[in-house]
């Protein structure tokens, strides 16, 4: 990452409503690589059970180092109604469970985006949060829960190799990182 970096240019976000979700990504891609974020795609995987594509996953770090970024989820081959989230979000038989709200329309369709999330630090461990049962403390998307509706699912993660030492500079990348991608594209879920 260049340390000479022109904040207003890069959070310059202004006129790109009209411009098509590819246009954005180009453009979103483009301030992730001046910060330093690598893409990664992460292979369609279900709800409901552990994704295995994730556990695949490898990073080459150090002890020192740590592996943060900024990840997508993209609805894949189905529809999701909003109706069918609501139910899992608010179980007839349980107490509400912790999750994600429905953000807008009624319906998510094929390559929309669920949801962006970002993790400063120990990036794995997050995206397992979110698809494997580990914290129940944590907010998630909890999609390997029994209640969570049946859908496929894809990622991908824009991440850097950061050092642990720099802790405070990696959580403001990440949220700046963060706030661009949710500035450009709307998400079905969370906040």
């Avoid at 909003?82 to 998510?108: C, E, G, I, R």
């Avoid at 929309?112 to 914290?135: A, C, F, M, P, W």
């Amino acid at each position: 990452m260049n340390d000479l970096i022109d904040l207003n240019e890069l959070l310059n976000l202004e006129g790109l409503e009209q411009l098509s979700h590819q246009e954005k990504m180009q453009i979103f891609q483009q301030k992730a690589e001046i910060l330093g974020f690598h893409p990664q795609q992460i292979d369609i995987a279900p709800t409901r059970q552990k994704n295995e594509h994730i556990d695949g996953l490898i990073f080459k770090k150090e002890k020192h180092e740590t592996v943060m970024g900024v990840y997508f989820f993209y609805l894949s081959r189905h529809t999701l109604n909003k109706a069918l989230w609501q139910n899992f979000k608010y179980p007839l038989d349980q107490k509400a469970l912790k999750v994600s709200p429905w953000n807008k329309d009624d319906q998510a369709e094929e390559n929309d985006i669920l949801y962006i999330g970002q993790r400063h630090e120990d990036l794995l461990s997050r995206l397992r949060d979110h698809t494997v049962k580990s914290n129940e403390q944590t907010q998630s998307l909890k999609l390997y829960a029994e209640e969570c509706p049946l859908f496929e699912y894809r990622m991908t993660v824009f991440y850097q190799i950061a050092s642990k030492k720099h802790k405070m500079r990696n959580k403001v990348l990440c949220f700046m990182l963060e706030a661009i991608a949710k500035k450009l594209f709307p998400t079905k879920m969370g906040k």
